[in-house]
């Protein structure tokens, strides 16, 4: 028998079998399981199957992220319902408004293990790939078969090994290699897929540029991704297909409207005139995205007529930024600093864009209507290219403000 990659070997220990191969069905069982404002729904029908009472309660999570604060009376009406969840069923893991997004509670709080297998109601648990875990999205009803039994039916998926080396020039970032890397695969070129990320730049990446990583890899239509850790894959493993990307040849990159995998250099966009400019979401909300954005509004300001909307994927970042003079500088630039939550990129509050306008955000999608309006523009870049963006009021090359 062949050897087994990472993702089979945890999903292998997960469903109690030695060997699996990419196909097999398995009934396995989650370390953790992970919700956000949607437990309503996944509540709903866990009463609908008759159930009252969850297999492990320990091992689930609940954040409020997504309309965070409420946005609407129904939002709050859904709040306060989850609330009284948490107390009749004991629910192991609480996260109220303001805490941050779901994906960077679990890794920052550290529920997120390496070896693990955690499903979560959001296509964005990927991201738990970052600490060496195996995270899946799984829709409401699958979720509440997991509060039900503690485990659920999975295909086990085929691994496309993406190798990444080299040292990023200046002004490209990990979010750069994501979009090149959706830009050659697809927006479904690794359906039902495992991306592992090897090679000697994910050696040497930071947390945060793990987490962009595994965190753009749904845009791939990815079901995981996962940089090996504690549990890594056998040198005969089986792998699908394997790609080959080279840091220090990239340049700083845009996504542009409709699609996440239509990717161009910046410099063939620059001077695409933008309304609104976003710093946050779980792609890139963390503390060394806002810094560099800081690093180059520093005695500058926001175009007049561009908005500038920033919002930490945390409490804890946050409060980070604040006592680093990170957020002074944000605001004396010009930016509207929201709480923490997944904000402006779900397009439900905090920077929803009108009819016309466009945007250039550094999170992690851009379809019609995305962010608000289906007749507003989406441009994904990095928070360098966002920064730079808003000083000028159109897409702007990063370089010129680092150095």
């Known amino acids: 028998m062949?050897?087994?990659?990472?993702?089979?070997?945890?999903?292998?220990?997960?469903?109690?079998?030695?060997?699996?191969?990419?196909?097999?069905?398995?009934?396995?069982?989650?370390?953790?399981?992970?919700?956000?404002?949607?437990t309503y729904l996944?509540?709903?029908?866990?009463?609908?199957?008759?159930a009252s009472r969850i297999a492990d309660p320990s091992s689930i999570v609940v954040v409020l992220d997504h309309r965070s604060p409420a946005n609407t009376v129904n939002s709050a009406n859904t709040h306060s319902a989850i609330r009284k969840i948490i107390d009749e069923l004991?629910?192991?893991?609480?996260?109220?408004?303001?805490?941050?997004?779901?994906?960077?509670?679990?890794?920052?709080?550290?529920?997120?293990?390496?070896?693990?297998?955690?499903?979560?109601?959001?296509?964005?648990?990927?991201?738990?790939?970052?600490?060496?875990?195996?995270?899946?999205?799984?829709?409401?009803?699958?979720?509440?078969?997991?509060?039900?039994?503690?485990?659920?039916?999975?295909?086990?998926?085929e691994t496309i090994k993406v190798g990444l080396s080299g040292r990023l020039a200046m002004g490209a970032f990990a979010k750069d290699i994501s979009l090149a890397l959706v830009g050659e695969l697809g927006a479904m070129g690794a359906d039902y897929c495992c991306l592992e990320f090897n090679g000697d730049w994910v050696a040497e990446a930071s947390?945060?540029?793990?987490?962009?990583?595994?965190?753009?890899?749904?845009?791939?239509?990815?079901?995981?991704?996962?940089?090996?850790?504690?549990?890594?894959?056998?040198?005969?493993?089986?792998?699908?297909?394997?790609?080959?990307?080279?840091?220090?040849?990239?340049?700083p990159m845009v996504s542009i409207p409709n699609s996440v995998d239509k990717v161009a250099p910046v410099s063939s966009m620059e001077g695409t005139v933008i309304d609104q400019a976003f710093l946050g979401s779980c792609t890139n909300g963390r503390l060394d995205d806002l810094a560099v954005a800081a690093s180059i509004l520093t005695g500058r300001k926001v175009h007049e007529g561009t908005r500038l909307i920033v919002t930490p994927a945390s409490s804890q970042v946050y409060l980070q930024a604040v006592e680093g003079g990170i957020i002074g500088i944000l605001l004396k630039a010009g930016a509207v600093v929201t709480a923490s939550g997944c904000g402006p990129c779900l397009g439900a509050h905090q920077g929803v864009l009108a009819d016309g306008e466009s945007c250039i955000s550094s999170s992690n999608r851009n379809f019609k209507g995305r962010m608000g309006s289906r007749n507003a523009s989406i441009y994904l870049a990095s928070p360098a290219t966002v920064a730079a963006s808003a000083i000028e009021g159109k897409i702007a090359d990063p370089r010129r403000y680092l150095g």
């Open 2 to 38: 062949p050897g087994m990659t990472a993702c089979e070997k945890i999903l292998a220990r997960a469903s109690g079998q030695t060997d699996i191969a990419p196909g097999d069905i398995i009934d396995a069982k989650p370390d953790v399981a992970m919700s956000h404002d949607n």
């Open 42 to 50: 996944v509540h709903r029908s866990f009463r609908d199957i008759g």
């Open 90 to 157: 004991d629910i192991g893991w609480f996260f109220d408004v303001g805490a941050g997004i779901c994906h960077q509670i679990m890794i920052e709080k550290g529920i997120a293990k390496p070896g693990a297998l955690i499903v979560g109601t959001d296509s964005h648990s990927t991201t738990y790939g970052a600490v060496g875990a195996m995270g899946i999205g799984i829709g409401a009803t699958d979720m509440a078969s997991v509060w039900v039994k503690g485990s659920l039916w999975l295909k086990v998926p």
């Open 207 to 251: 947390l945060s540029e793990r987490m962009t990583l595994c965190n753009m890899a749904a845009e791939a239509g990815a079901k995981s991704a996962l940089v090996p850790g504690t549990v890594i894959s056998d040198s005969d493993a089986r792998s699908s297909r394997a790609i080959a990307i080279k840091a220090d040849s990239l340049e």
